[in-house]
């Protein structure tokens, strides 16, 4: 780590990402975890949580806040919301939808994937023909933002076809809270996972659930965990107002901060905006380097981009990586089965102006390497 005052790495990754300077600093306290002050400020940002999708308690809305991350609330729903004699179909074009697939086999429970390529949206059709002819089917769990790839996944139409058919519909949103906007009250989803260390601006520590009420309270006694009981956490937060184990003081304390800036700065439409900017101005710059997306522009979200390896033996992304780095920018490997890419995410306390210092260094490392420049393609 640098020395105190000077500036951090940035971080063009899918989380955890580059958050301001007054967001760490709201970590600078010991809260007491049983304190009232404390409780009363996990109350309000349950609440916040909820605003931020459009929807309240009043509205028979339920933000729960879990320990661990988000890989842990996604799998606390599986564990809490299915039944003994549940099944869930999973929509996979990626690592995300996959690692649901693996939590559900670690638990025992019956599912099934419906799988596209990795560069293909999740199919509706085949969704609706799976639930036409499996009946015992009794939820869908999809991912919003594939954040293998980027691609944006249309669950506006899941959605649809999961509540034309009455099953419970799941949402991993952990790439896209708070910087895509999802009108939950709208959205025919039920429970909803997301995380504070992504397009919030928070730091890493709990994940959270936004759940309907009434579809969390009818899983009662389904729970196959003692810790990730999602109802039992809910259950905890209205017996006393308190998590029911350790709570990540200081990552809740981060929360409070973020959440105050995303209000701050207009919302999640101007955060996606932001974001957005960020994007186009990574594509353009890259495009001018010669560097190809991996997606199509159609299905490719502003979280995070993409890029095929340049077709030159000289390239090698440990080099490419570690001058980059040195430089002072963080970019993410590939994580796809067949394709050698890298990733550079346009989320975080980051704006165009660091977009444009990463191509500048980009460049840079590039003709220190010995590539010229445009890229063959
Ligand atoms: C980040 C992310 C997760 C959670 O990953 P953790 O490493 O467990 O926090 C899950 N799904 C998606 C789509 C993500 O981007």
């Known amino acids: 780590m640098p020395p105190a005052g000077v500036r951090d790495k940035l971080l063009f990754t899918p989380g955890p990402l580059t958050t301001s300077r007054t967001v760490k600093e709201a970590m600078l306290h010991d809260a007491g975890s049983w304190h009232f002050e404390f409780n009363d400020e996990v109350k309000r940002i349950r609440q916040r949580l909820l605003a931020v999708a459009g929807v309240s308690e009043a509205m028979g809305w339920e933000a729960i806040p879990l320990q661990g ?5 996604v799998e606390a729903v599986f564990a809490t919301c299915v039944p003994p004699q549940g099944k869930v179909a999973v929509l996979a074009n990626g690592a995300y939808g996959e690692r ?11 599912h099934l994937v419906l799988r596209t390529s990795e560069d293909r949206v999740n199919d509706p059709r085949a ?3 799976c639930l036409a002819t499996d009946p015992a089917v009794t939820h869908v769990a999809a991912v919003h933002v594939e954040t293998t790839t980027g ?46 260390n992504k397009c919030l601006e928070g730091v890493p520590g709990f994940a959270f659930v936004l759940a309907r009420r009434a579809a969390l309270l009818a899983c009662e006694g389904w729970a196959r965990s003692l810790s990730l009981d999602l109802l039992g956490q809910l259950k905890g937060f209205e017996r006393n ?65 993409a890029f095929h390896f340049p077709a030159d033996p000289r390239f090698s ?18 994580k796809i089965s067949q394709v050698p890419l890298f990733r550079i995410g346009s989320i975080g306390r980051i704006e165009e102006a660091d977009i444009a210092a990463l191509l500048v260094a980009v ?12 890229l063959p393609r």
């Open 127 to 129: 969704l609706a023909a």
């Open 363 to 374: 460049e840079a490392s590039l003709r220190a390497m010995g590539l010229g420049l445009p």
């Open 100 to 110: 649901m697939a693996l939590m559900l086999r670690q638990a025992g429970i019956d």
């Open 241 to 305: 107002g308190q998590f029911r184990f350790t709570p990540p003081t200081h990552a809740l304390l981060a929360l409070a901060r973020a959440l105050a800036e995303l209000e701050a700065e207009g919302g999640v439409a101007a955060r996606g905006a932001r974001y957005q900017r960020n994007h186009r101005c990574l594509l353009a710059g890259m495009a001018r380097l010669g560097f190809v997306p991996y997606l199509e522009p159609g299905i490719q979200s502003f979280i995070i981009t």
């Open 151 to 196: 691609i944006l996944n249309p669950i506006a139409d899941l959605g649809r076809v999961t509540r034309a058919s009455g099953r419970v519909f799941i949402l991993d949103a952990m790439s896209s809270f708070g910087a895509l906007p999802l009108d939950l009250a709208e959205a025919d989803i039920d429970f909803l996972i997301a995380s504070p």
């Open 317 to 334: 992304f440990e080099a490419f990586y570690q001058r980059l780095s040195d430089r002072g920018f963080l970019i993410y490997p590939g």
């Open 69 to 73: 991350s988000g890989t842990f609330a």
